[in-house]
């Protein structure tokens, strides 16, 4: 039983990551260790990422076409792949991201109805 | 190397690469570098089960890939009715077909008979002529052969059974001492038949079961053996029964029962096993180990050269031949081989012209999805995402046809086995639906379904997303060049013309047949058939006396127009021929005799009964005996061949044992064996001269069918309730089995026609749609420019009428040329007729129509201002 909950736990983490991944790529192509530092730090290390999990996350965007790897050099002239927002990611993201804006919307409704009574 | 193996092999290095950076990171904010590293691996986590759930990634997004695409399929196949139900259709048809006569051609041709080492079992027979031999022959080859190691006789019988207090009639086979060791089964009951059962008349009243009817008509009673029963009031102790899956020597048969052909005189009444002259029995042979076919041959050839010398008189120019057993060895085997091959190969034409359809069906429909197809790839889908949902899509539907094809063959095949053809004679079609052919079925489809599916790639590896969308689909000068497609539309509708042509002809042919003049009139016509012999009237005084007795009776029954009764009736494949020769000959060698005849034993009334008309002379009369001189009447053409005129009454001929036979009637031409035969030489004598058991009894009456055959009945039950009726119903539905040729020939091509048709329908729509939504924005535009009907239906569909005529023309063609094939089969098949001709253009014309009038009502429905805008 327990093992069922996990595993809910981690696939709603997992489509989480998926979309934080995706908004990173937004700002323009870059390597692995800097999407999870990019993560790290805007959302104020709130949301703490282990690391590896990044990479299943990566490969599955690929296969699904929504981003793309390419051989590039980094800044301090190391080799590291590049992960790039394809044209199908961008419209991904965008449905995703409105998801995910109604679901937050309806449970913070949810969550805090005073609020929104007293706001009006 | 894939996408998926080069990410993979990349994986170890991006992972040192990204733990080398956050131990840099580390150390830049001031921890010594082993902590450093502890650090980012902490923060890393497991690389093991990292690089595990990655590689499990690729896995299970392909799979939930392949998930979405199925239920796609299912979902734009359920949007297209049409086409799904259109493609399933066809494919279904198309394999079926397939599976029907391959699952025919496996049950008679291709099967080998259950037995061990089938293949040196081989029927015996004369190399021209039918498949019968006579006894003394068989028996000069059984002994003076060094070929075969068993040579045994089979004679087919109609026995009166008597088992637990009732008597029925039942089929059986007669054979000789050495039958059980040419089919070498073991028993599954008891012992089989011996050579010393049936070493002389009397040796042995043995009797062996076969397993259907130990099984059915007496409910598989584990103590069978030893009972006795009584065979046309004869007891025969049971003492085997044979295995499960063996009925005899002949593909097509039942027998039920086995027992020794040497106890014939009591059995039949009388014996022929000494007469050279009764060619009646079949032979089957088993070839010694290690003897060759052409060894084997070689010795025939002596053995007849021997024979024909030996006996000159009988066996002029014997010769002997060996065949495949199975199906009366070549008899009809051959002419059954050479038809289903032919329809075999007409089935995999059919098939392969249902392939080609399905892929221009599948182009059409890939063509009118450009749009949609462009849109994916612009935003990123891959040319093989597409490529496989359209696969995945194909399967669907030849997984879907795959089923209702094995459904439908499996249907048809078990129908066949089950079903007994309109004859008195056992029967019956092993052809039961095997499990490789199911499996042939499916993978014939999903072969169907990857061919045309893949007819649609060159398409959509050339479309160009930007082109796609800015025109609404491929430049239209795709449509202006003659391409591949259309040559195979034109030989495809031109196929599909052949098997329509076929079909007709063939259907005319029947039409013909059940009309046509039979030399008798079998409407209110009631046929009884019995054999004496089985009711114990061995001597032929008792026969006579009860067959006169009840032609008595059955005249007194109210409503009765006529009455007769022969040994035999037209068309019963039971007739016999013999040699005639004219008065002056003495000479009766059958080489120097003027022509064969059929001939047949009748009562007075017979010809009334029948319907036979009596041109000249009078009939047979009961004071026709023995003891007066021998006479006939025969008909036209016996008086056309003998005398060259009409005026034979009064005049003589003579039989093959020199008896001269005054004619005393003509009567008119009729069929007797088969309905394609010629006009052919008959006679009829009275049966008061010559006595008969065999009896069919002919009744003429406007009475309802069903009263006059229960009067019938309980007449003859009232004079002896031993009788065992073998059959006894109208005359038209006892003719079923001379119609029967016809009616398959009729059947399996009237479906392949129909097929023809549901395929070119298919076929043109497809290339139409396909035509026409290619150039639908150019033909709105000339409408906005003010072209007119006329002008935009020439445009659009000019090409497909050239491509529809020239077919159908070169398919009728064809189909007239090969009708000529049918006539052997389809008694009057002629593609010359008009009304053919008539029904064949009719058809086509109207097919035409059906299958462009919706792409048709596609261009003159478009709105020009709607198309535009919309592209």
Redesign the interface.
């Known amino acids: 039983m327990s093992t069922k909950e996990q595993k809910q736990r981690i696939e709603l983490l997992q489509g989480t990551l998926d979309l934080l991944i995706l908004r990173t790529l937004l700002l323009g192509p870059t390597h692995g260790h800097a999407i999870a530092k990019a993560i790290e730090f805007n959302s104020d290390d709130v949301l703490q990422v282990e690391q590896g999990s990044l990479y299943p996350a990566l490969h599955r965007l690929i296969k699904r076409g929504w981003i793309s790897a390419e051989e590039g050099t980094s800044e301090n002239n190391r080799r590291a792949k590049f992960y790039r927002l394809t044209a199908k990611g961008r419209k991904q993201l965008e449905l995703e991201t409105s998801k995910w804006d109604k679901l937050a919307g309806a449970i913070a409704q949810i969550l805090r109805p005073a609020n929104r009574e007293g706001e009006s | 190397m894939s996408?998926?193996k080069r990410?993979l092999q990349?994986?170890d290095q991006?992972?040192r690469?990204?733990i080398a950076?956050?131990t840099q990171?580390n150390i830049d904010r001031g921890m010594s570098p082993q902590e450093a590293r502890y650090a980012a691996m902490r923060?890393?986590?497991?690389?093991l089960?990292?690089?595990e759930?990655?590689r499990?990634?690729?896995t299970?997004?392909?799979l939930e890939?392949l998930v979405q695409d199925f239920r796609f399929a299912f979902r734009t196949l359920r949007k297209n009715p049409g086409f799904a139900l259109t493609a399933v259709l066809i494919l279904a048809l198309g394999i079926a077909a397939n599976v029907i006569v391959f699952g025919v051609l496996q049950g008679l041709v291709l099967r080998q008979l259950e037995m061990p080492h089938a293949e040196q079992v081989m029927t015996l027979q004369p190399k021209t002529g039918g498949p019968f031999l006579s006894y003394p022959e068989m028996r000069d080859v059984r002994d003076s052969n060094n070929v075969f190691s068993a040579v045994a006789a089979v004679q087919i019988e109609a026995f009166g059974l008597e088992a637990n207090g009732f008597t029925r009639p039942i089929w059986g086979d007669e054979v000789t001492g050495q039958y059980f060791e040419v089919v070498g089964i073991k028993p599954f009951l008891g012992r089989l038949l011996e050579r010393s059962d049936d070493d002389h008349p009397g040796a042995s009243y043995a009797a062996v079961l076969s397993w259907p009817a130990w099984k059915n008509d007496f409910a598989a009673d584990p103590n069978i053996v030893g009972k006795t029963i009584r065979l046309d009031k004869h007891p025969y102790t049971i003492v085997g029964v044979t295995p499960e899956g063996f009925y005899g020597t002949e593909k097509i048969a039942e027998p039920d029962i086995f027992v020794p052909l040497a106890n014939l005189a009591t059995l039949n009444g009388a014996s022929w096993l000494d007469s050279r002259n009764y060619k009646n029995i079949f032979s089957v042979v088993r070839l010694k180990d290690g003897v060759t076919k052409p060894q084997a041959q070689a010795e025939l050839n002596t053995i007849a050269t021997r024979i024909s010398q030996q006996f000159p008189k009988e066996d002029e120019g014997l010769t002997l031949k060996l065949a495949p057993p199975g199906l009366v060895g070549d008899f009809i085997g051959g002419p059954t081989r050479g038809f289903l091959a032919a329809v075999l190969a007409l089935a995999g034409i059919v098939l392969l012209a249902a392939c080609a359809n399905l892929g221009s069906l599948f182009a059409a429909r890939t063509a009118d999805r450009t749009r949609e197809i462009a849109i994916r790839m612009?935003?990123?889908?891959?040319r093989w995402?597409i490529l496989r949902q359209l696969l995945v899509e194909a399967v669907v539907i030849s997984v879907f046809g795959g089923a209702c094809a094995s459904v439908l063959g499996w249907m048809a095949l078990t129908g066949l086995a089950n079903w007994h053809p309109p004859s008195r004679f056992p029967i019956k079609f092993h052809v039961l639906p095997e499990p490789s052919l199911i499996v042939m079925a499916f993978l014939i489809s999903v072969a169907a379904g990857i061919v045309f599916g893949l007819m649609p790639l060159r398409q959509i590896f050339k479309t160009d997303p930007n082109a796609a969308i800015k025109s609404g689909g491929a430049p239209s000068s795709a449509g202006r060049r003659w391409a591949l497609r259309d040559v195979l539309l034109a030989a495809q509708i031109a196929l599909c013309c052949v098997t329509v042509t076929a079909a007709f002809v063939s259907l005319r042919g029947l039409g013909k047949a059940l009309t046509m003049d039979l030399g008798f009139n079998p409407k209110n016509a009631i046929l009884t058939r019995f054999d004496l012999s089985q009711a114990n009237y061995a001597s032929e005084a008792d026969a006579d006396h009860f067959q006169r007795q009840l032609l008595e009776r059955i005249q007194q029954i109210p409503g009765i127009e006529a009455a007769g009764y022969a040994n035999t009736t037209p068309l019963d494949f039971d007739a016999t021929v013999t040699d005639v020769f004219s008065q002056d000959s003495t000479d009766l060698r059958h080489s120097k005799s003027a022509f064969d005849m059929y001939f047949y034993h009748v009562s007075p009334g017979y010809l009334a009964a029948a319907g036979t008309p009596l041109l000249a002379g009078r009939d047979v009369s009961f004071s026709d005996t023995p003891k007066t001189p021998a006479v006939a009447i025969v008909n036209q053409e016996f008086a056309r061949r003998l005398f060259h005129s009409q005026q034979a009454v009064g005049r003589y001929f003579k039989n093959r044992n020199g008896v001269s036979i005054q004619i005393i009637g003509i009567m008119g031409d009729g069929k007797h064996f088969t309905l394609s035969e010629d006009p052919k030489a008959a006679a009829f004598f009275p049966i008061s001269q010559k006595t008969d058991t065999r009896t069919t009894l002919i009744v003429r009456s406007q009475r309802d069918t069903a009263d006059i055959v229960s009067a019938i009945r309980e007449t003859i039950r009232a004079l002896d309730v031993a009788v065992p009726i073998s059959e006894s119903g109208p005359w038209t539905s006892q003719l079923g089995l001379s119609l029967f040729p016809s009616q398959v020939a009729t059947v399996a091509l009237g479906v392949f026609g129909a097929f023809g048709l549901l395929l070119s329908i298919a076929g043109t729509f497809g290339l139409a749609s396909y035509t026409v939504s290619k150039r639908l924005r150019e033909l709105s535009i000339r409408v906005a420019l003010g072209a007119g009907t006329k002008q935009i239906l020439q445009s659009a569909l000019g090409r497909m009428l050239i491509l529809l005529a020239s077919g159908s023309g070169i398919g009728i063609a064809l189909g007239l040329a090969a009708s000529h094939l049918l006539s052997a089969i389809v008694y009057q098949a002629s593609a010359q007729d008009p009304v053919v001709l008539t029904a064949v253009a009719f058809t086509t014309i109207v097919t035409a129509t059906l299958s462009v009038a919706g792409p048709v009502r596609r261009v003159l429905d478009a709105d020009p201002a709607t198309l535009l805008r919309e592209q």
């Open positions: 996408r998926r990410m990349d994986l991006d992972i690469e990204h950076r956050e990171d923060k890393f986590g497991n690389v089960r990292v690089k759930e990655t499990e990634v690729w299970l997004v392909w890939q612009a935003v990123g889908s891959s995402r």
